[in-house]
């Protein structure tokens, strides 16, 4: 089957030789990607190519003209939206990021895939556009179920997983590690664009102005904020430890590659007294080589 759009006509294949293009660019930023079985690396490039360009609209305009406007960054999400919908009943699909699409609703219909699952993460992009602070924790889990979530059970899915028991279990470990990145990047987070993921009341609780994330240093009261917020990703870690046991290898593998990194970042963080202000807690090449030698035995 061709699509038309771009003024002439894409075959499914050349859709999908661009999304596994995109998708190879950015291996090194996520290596266990390799262990993706050859048969489903297509699948996962198409399902990639869609939430990396809408978190690049959300996040840098790409590709717009105007890409410093909010409006047309949520329009243009709005667009990727319409276009998701469009392919997935195989109407015709249009647009300067059309070459996606042809891919990514063949493999939602192939995998028996919900839309919504895509949508979740565009409404989380576009809350990205707008939003820069959190009044409760129930606000941020809202926000992970929609950013982090739908990632954990794409992947599920696509390797023939259904059922609300490893769903649950993902979902522990998708919203621990959206948890691990945001604490991680409390610092970093502010000065960009006073962005806060900490919850103001939180912040409140414990005593910390927002504008001390931009400090030299973290204070007390805002390392034992941090701590909490730590003890909570950690907690969510434990509820998705068996996961890994509950799949096929080489997806298990993944999964314990994945899962030990998050609480790696954990506990670098309490390892500096949960100062993410002053340094930011990195997984060195060195920490990747014994999570992958850790990642060989059970959880």
Not at 65 to 75: M, Y
Not at 95 to 114: K, M, V
Request: net charge neutral; glycine share 4%; hydrophobic share 40%.
């Amino acid at each position: 089957m061709a699509y038309s759009f771009c003024c002439r006509a894409v075959t499914l294949a050349e859709s999908y030789a661009r999304c596994e293009a995109l998708a190879h660019s950015h291996y090194e930023n996520f290596p266990v990607a390799r262990l993706i079985p050859r048969r489903l690396r297509p699948h996962v490039a198409a399902v990639y190519a869609f939430a990396r360009t809408a978190d690049d609209i959300a996040d840098e305009g790409y590709g717009l003209k105007d890409g410093q406007s909010v409006v047309a960054r949520l329009n243009a999400l709005r667009d990727m939206d319409e276009q998701c919908r469009n392919a997935c009943e195989e109407r015709p699909v249009s647009g300067d990021n059309a070459w996606i699409f042809p891919a990514l609703g063949d493999t939602l219909r192939q995998f028996s895939i919900p839309p919504d699952l895509c949508l979740d993460l565009t409404s989380a992009f576009a809350q990205d556009v707008t939003k820069r602070n959190y009044a409760n924790f129930d606000e941020v889990l809202d926000y992970c179920r929609r950013s982090a979530n739908p990632v954990g059970r794409l992947v599920l899915l696509l390797h023939g997983y259904n059922d609300a028991q490893r769903f649950a279990m993902s979902d522990a470990i998708c919203t621990a590690l959206q948890l691990a990145n945001f604490w991680q990047d409390v610092a970093v987070d502010w000065k960009k664009d006073h962005r806060v993921y900490l919850p103001q009341d939180d912040l409140s609780r414990f005593g910390v102005p927002a504008e001390s994330l931009g400090a030299e240093m973290a204070s007390e009261n805002l390392r034992e904020c941090i701590r909490f917020n730590v003890d909570r990703a950690m907690n969510l870690f434990e509820q998705g430890r068996p996961l890994a046991g509950a799949l096929r290898f080489p997806l298990s593998l993944e999964i314990r590659i994945t899962w030990l990194g998050g609480v790696t970042i954990l506990r670098k963080i309490r390892a500096q007294n949960y100062d993410t202000v002053r340094k930011r807690p990195k997984v060195s090449s060195v920490d990747k080589a014994r999570l992958l030698l850790r990642a060989l035995l059970p959880l």
